[in-house]
């Protein structure tokens, strides 16, 4: 099962970031995003499709359905630059499986 | 607080193994699952695969059969990752995660830096 991403996103700080995961039936999984500064560790942003963990800013959101996944960043703020990616659990195989990932650069 | 701490950064040479540690804090280790992920030098994340700290049951990615072992201890609250027959392209940053199948990682550790060279 492959997930893509679109490479790269620019965006202007307090506009609309929108990343999105494309994947088969992708609309069934529960699709989770992460955020990866450079040189940390990722973190969880948005788990099952548009659930925002503790902590976590209301500016990001998320959806999912037929074969795209959306993570959306509004007023975006130089913190946000960062890659992304998209994950969600393969139930064919019993595995779980990245996107290709997101480089998101704020201009 | 919740957290994993995990083992330093190891330099190997192709064909020696490496174990990576993964100390869990702050919670009940049992109650969580771990996932191993990689991340090679610029690219993106790799799943290999998962314990569970309560049974020791395990599922590995189908690229990580027959070369990774997860393990855990229940009495030091660490789970680990051993690699063999180490090669150039597993140099890589080696992240634990929690996490229940099939449920998303909600805490990471630091991360290991293996460096496979001759």
């Known amino acids: 099962y492959v997930l893509t991403q679109s490479p790269s996103v620019s965006v202007a700080p307090g506009q609309t970031a929108i990343i999105t995961c494309g994947g088969s039936d992708i609309g069934s999984k529960g699709v989770h995003w992460y955020q990866q500064r450079p040189g940390q560790a990722p973190v969880l942003v948005i788990s099952y499709d548009g659930d925002r963990p503790s902590g976590i800013p209301e500016r990001f959101s998320g959806s999912n359905s037929g074969n795209t996944a959306t993570l959306t960043i509004s007023r975006v703020e130089a913190g946000d630059e960062a890659d992304y990616f998209c994950q969600v659990w393969n139930s064919g195989t019993d595995h779980y499986v990245f996107g290709t990932g997101t480089t998101v650069t704020v201009l | 607080q919740v957290q994993l701490v995990q083992s330093g950064g190891e330099v190997k040479k192709p064909g020696a193994s490496v174990k990576v540690s993964c100390k869990a804090s702050?919670?009940?280790?049992?109650?969580?699952?771990i996932s191993w992920v990689r991340q090679a030098p610029g690219q993106g994340l790799e799943w290999m695969g998962w314990?569970?700290?309560?049974?020791?049951?395990?599922n590995y990615a189908q690229k990580s059969q027959g070369r990774v072992t997860l393990t855990t201890d229940t009495s030091t609250s660490t789970a680990y990752m051993d690699l063999r027959s180490l090669r150039s392209d597993d140099t890589a940053m080696y992240y634990c995660?929690?996490?229940?199948?099939?449920?998303?990682?909600?805490?990471w550790g630091q991360g290991t830096m293996v460096t496979v060279s001759s």
């Open positions: 702050g919670y009940t280790f049992t109650n969580f699952g």
């Open positions: 995660a929690r996490g229940e199948l099939p449920d998303p990682f909600d805490i």
């Open positions: 314990i569970s700290t309560y049974t020791g049951n395990t």
